[in-house]
């Protein structure tokens, strides 16, 4: 039976009131799409509001390139999946093993609140699927609830973007809140490796990636945890 994974990413392509872009990071998720579909996975791809997916224009900067960004800029398979994601409210937990959450900045502000992606990541959870998140993704994580009303990450060895890493890109001003520290605020048991180190943890259901070095990481992780 051929294993069902879930994508979601954001909609949201304004970095605050900077008036520059945002959206996903290419390399958070091409590394871990092509890991999937090469092991032999089928991924399906939703965001809040359906259709083209925001990719944050600083990702596709030379210096950010690697071997699954260029793969991407080479598959118009994959560039029409991007253009015409799902609408998230629509899909079901049901049917899907496993779901991944690549970041960017734009998931700050449309997937930490999110109802639709709250619920969804609560009942994979209760199903006993796991969720993986990498970099400002983990923001998804923030208000997920376990049954008892406990947030999901109290207690969880869990990581993403770090303060440090968002201050070396100077957006400590312009984002929202600074993940490290609301993950904390929740009584997540943050780790972190240093900056721009790949680092992912798993605790039970939960899997989290630091930074987009950590995709390939996070998505192997996850890839581990639905073989086992």
């Known amino acids: 039976m051929t294993k069902q994974i879930l994508m979601v990413l954001t909609s949201h392509d304004e ?15 091409a590394a871990p799409y092509y890991a999937f579909i090469d092991a032999g996975v089928e991924v399906t791809l939703a965001t809040p509001k359906g259709g ?10 030379e210096d950010f390139q690697t071997a699954a960004t260029d793969r991407y800029d080479a598959d118009s398979e994959a560039q029409a999946k991007i253009a015409n994601t799902l609408i998230l409210a629509t899909v079901n937990e049901a049917d899907f093993d496993a779901v991944f959450y690549p970041g960017g900045h734009g998931p700050l502000w449309d997937l930490t609140d999110n109802t ?13 699927k796991a969720v993986a998140t990498v970099c400002h993704a983990s923001a998804a994580l923030l208000n997920v609830k376990q049954p008892s009303g406990e947030f999901a990450v109290k207690g969880k060895a869990v990581t993403g973007f770090t303060n440090s ?19 904390i ?11 721009w180190h ?3 943890v798993q ?26």
Do not use: C, M
């Open 203 to 228: 605790d039970g259901l939960i899997i989290t990636g630091q930074n987009p070095a950590s995709s390939a990481l996070a998505a192997e992780k996850l890839l581990t945890h639905l073989s086992a």
């Open 165 to 183: 890493e968002e201050e070396a890109v100077q957006l400590t001003e312009v984002v929202p809140f600074l993940v490290e520290d609301e993950l």
């Open 116 to 128: 639709d992606s709250i619920t969804l990541i609560e009942n994979f959870l209760n199903a006993g």
């Open 15 to 29: 970095l605050g009131n900077t008036g520059q872009k945002t959206g996903f990071w290419v390399e958070e998720f």
């Open 52 to 61: 083209q997916a925001p990719i944050d224009p600083t990702s596709t900067l």
């Open 198 to 200: 790949a680092f992912a």
């Open 185 to 195: 605020k929740r009584g997540g048991e943050y780790q972190k490796a240093q900056d």
